[in-house]
Antibody, heavy 121, light 113 residues
């Protein structure tokens, strides 16, 4: 069964850092593009970042560019999101999602349950 | 950036009746090279992650009931629930994947009248 399990969320002060993890099972992470999508409390979905399955290209929303870094560990079959210089507006549930194919220009066919990040003093 | 605009923001439909959700993109998401619309629909129930319903504007995901259908091309798209069931109460989102940043519509909340 294809499954994604996020972890690493929590409460952090403004300006702090967190690293989110997304453990994949049932498929080979490196064969697909992977993405992070967030949802602020009571709000809609916002795409955050993506990692191409082919060539390893990375893509970011302007709102997180320069602060967040997406990466993957093929040996662990795990996707990461390093979040630095966190702001209150980064407070959200962060979902990891598998994309249909290797290219980032794709839809998200499998989603994890999400991990909650709260940025507050 | 491609802006996705959904309408209405919410709608209440009687059980067994039709629900129609619209999604408009600020530029075409149709690739003429393969004649495909890079448009997906997701369903999100309370406390759950989104679930893919439809890709390529009209291709229903395996296991999705056939009362869900997607249509449209270019910049205008529609998700139709032909006969609303109680389990369809959710927020529905459209998403374009024709270019980065990938963008979602604001969502449409579907309730029972």
């Amino acid at each position: 069964e294809v499954q994604l399990v996020e972890s690493g969320g929590g409460l952090v002060q403004p300006g702090g850092s967190l690293r989110l993890s997304c453990a994949a099972s049932g498929f080979t992470l490196s064969s697909y593009a992977m993405t992070w999508v967030r949802q602020a409390p009571g709000k809609g979905l916002e795409w955050v970042s993506a990692f191409s399955g082919s060539g390893g290209g990375t893509y970011y929303a302007d709102s997180v560019k320069g602060r967040f870094t997406i990466s993957r560990d093929n040996s662990e079959n795990t996707l990461y999101l390093q979040m630095n210089s966190l702001r209150a507006e980064d407070t959200a549930i962060y979902y990891c999602a598998k994309m249909y194919q290797q290219l980032v220009l794709n839809y998200m066919d499998v989603w994890g349950k999400g991990t909650t990040v709260t940025v507050s003093s | 950036d491609i802006v996705m605009t959904q309408s209405p923001d919410s709608l209440a439909v009687s059980l067994g009746e039709r629900a129609t959700i619209n999604c408009k993109s600020s530029q075409s998401v149709l690739y003429y090279s393969n004649n495909k619309n890079y448009l997906a629909w997701y369903q999100q129930k309370p406390g759950q992650p989104p679930k893919l319903l439809i890709s390529w504007a009209s291709a229903r995901e395996s296991g999705v009931p056939d009362r869900f259908s997607g249509s449209g091309s270019g910049t205008d798209f529609t998700l139709t629930i032909s006969s609303l069931q109680a389990e369809d109460v959710a927020i529905y989102y459209c998403q374009q994947y024709s270019g980065t940043p990938l963008t979602f519509g604001g969502g449409t909340k579907v309730e029972i009248k």
